[in-house]
């Protein structure tokens, strides 16, 4: 199986990885300040489960299939973007005093759960940065390839565990505190929908 040095050099790259800015963490961070501490880890929970699809499609072969299609990239890609242009108009029509939304309930733990994994499945280029890095700390000598990318594929998900549960700790910490101050919902509802928005624009553009 991979050896010890080789699993503490991939999830020490692991958790850099999750830390440097991308969709993933800033969208942890805004529903965390928005909506709560318990809001953000559910969206969290979300992410790692599509991780979980991600890591799965890279050991049976499927993300090498999906890699190859063009039409099934744009497919997902425009699935993603209009996703997050929805949740951009959710943040920015959303009442001053509540915090944005779906037509779930505020505390409906399941509507945030699911925003992680729609959010996470529907960014094409993860699947193709699991089928570029996870086959690079790979050794067939070591065994068979699928097994060893199911193991770095739960590593990274204990990384992204780590660094987006405590992305949402603290930003659910700062949300409640904005909160108190008049007008700041409005505000945070106004940040999140430019934010939202400009993920979307941003996953339009992608190119294979």
């Not at 953000?40 to 929970?45: S, W």
């Not at 733990?109 to 790979?138: C, D, E, H, S």
């Not at 590593?155 to 700041?184: C, D, E, K």
Request: charge should be positive; hydrophobic fraction near 65%; include cysteine.
């Amino acid at each position: 199986m991979i050896a010890p040095a080789t699993a503490l050099a991939f999830f020490a790259a692991a958790v850099l990885l999750a830390l440097a800015p991308g969709p993933d963490n800033v969208f942890v961070l805004l529903q965390s300040a928005m909506r709560g501490r318990g809001a953000g880890l559910r969206v969290v929970l979300g992410l790692c489960t599509g991780l979980v699809v991600h890591t799965a499609a890279v050991a049976a072969g499927l993300a090498a299939l999906f890699a190859a299609s063009a039409a099934a990239f744009a497919a997902v890609k425009w699935i993603g973007a209009l996703y997050l242009a929805w949740l951009a108009w959710q943040a920015w029509r959303a009442p001053a005093g509540e915090p944005a939304g779906e037509a779930a309930p505020a505390g409906d733990g399941w509507a945030m759960y699911r925003r992680g994994v729609i959010m996470n499945l529907t960014n094409p280029k993860v699947a193709i940065f699991f089928l570029a890095f996870l086959p690079q700390f790979t050794d067939p000598a070591r065994g068979p390839v699928w097994q060893q990318v199911v193991l770095l594929g739960l590593l990274f998900i204990a990384a992204a565990l780590l660094v987006f549960g405590a992305i949402a700790w603290f930003a659910g910490a700062l949300g409640q505190w904005l909160r108190r101050a008049p007008g700041a919902t409005r505000l945070l509802n106004r940040l999140a929908g430019t934010v939202f928005l400009l993920l979307a624009l941003r996953l339009a553009a992608l190119e294979r």
